[in-house]
């Protein structure tokens, strides 16, 4: 059995179908036993949880749910008051929930996969489940192979030489060591402990990444790029191939003639959040951006009343730029020379 787990806060009830799309492109690239852990809250509806049940039930799959505010109360509670910036940041709660895993999981299970919603398994899941973790807690993907340079971020821990450039690794896809990390739990506390201090500081901490970075980045199997591919990153590349496709920094667009864009929709399509109330919510949000530009052109136009205007452009955009800005006869209007050919 290959165990998998997410970690889910929807407070829009908008979020589960990334878990449940992620969970697809899981069970459609395998043959093998799975079960699906899911990691929540409050904010898990009746009717997302039913689609999930549905979907692992589709494919003869299983899929557990843990609600972490009864499971884990004390130290979700001790989350809020030590980290309670989490709480206005563009990260949720539930991104510590994986440093609870050997808590919350089963002794019986061993080894767990644990993986961000935002997350495309186009392999299959057995392939990384058959890795040796040997007596390792973890195993994860570098972000220095991941072609992160970290130029103008600011990652604490990197400078102050907490870690090594070449030794952080990425959270979003880690394979755990739970009997490992059972023993040892408290390395985990102390990593938690020190991000809390570090966060009083006003040092700008990644939460759950660095704890697991303070704790472990000299001790971890380097897994392959591929097992953790940035979406932004391989798109240079414009080929697809077996890997995990990680669809951060707003990666996922709706134009379906990028490849990795379709990749995504090929699964999405797949699950019961794709309906009719999908079909209404994109066509209300083209609406709104449709109105929201005719909004700031009326305000360009407002800003620009009573000026003098004068529009220089190349010939093949000349009608283009007389309709969008509706020139006048009166106003003037230049066509600029050809660019020279280098």
Sequence with gaps: MIHICYGLHDKTGRYSKFVGTSIISIFENTTADVTVHILHDNTLTPDNRDKFIYIAGRYGQQIKFYNVDQIAAK???????????????????????????????????????????????????????????????????????????????NVYLLHANLVKYENYFNAGFLILNLNYLRENYSTIQNGY????????????????????????SNDYIKLPTRFNKFVTHARISKSLIPAIYHYVMQSLKLDTKDIF???YFKYFTKTPWFNEDMFGNISAEILNMHNQ????????????????????????????VKNIFAVTPEEEFLITPPRAMT
């Design 293 to 320: 530009h005719k909004l700031d052109l009326i305000s360009l136009t407002k800003l620009m009343a009573g000026k003098c205007r004068a529009f220089f452009t190349e010939s093949q955009n000349a009608e283009f």
């Design 261 to 263: 864009n379709r990749l």
């Design 193 to 216: 402990n020190k991000m809390c201090a570090f966060v009083n500081e006003g040092k700008h901490v990644s939460w759950d990444q660095d704890i697991l970075n303070y704790c472990f």
């Design 75 to 153: 130290e979700i509670e001790n989350f809020r008051k030590n980290m309670s910036q989490i709480l206005t940041s563009r990260y949720t709660i539930a991104t510590l929930y994986r440093i609870l895993l050997p808590h919350i999981m089963e002794k019986n299970i061993g080894k767990i996969i644990y993986i961000d919603a935002d997350t495309i398994i186009n392999l299959d899941i057995k392939e990384i489940w058959n890795i040796n973790l040997e007596n390792k807690p973890l195993a994860a993907v570098s972000e220095s192979s991941m072609g992160l340079t970290f130029d103008g971020i």
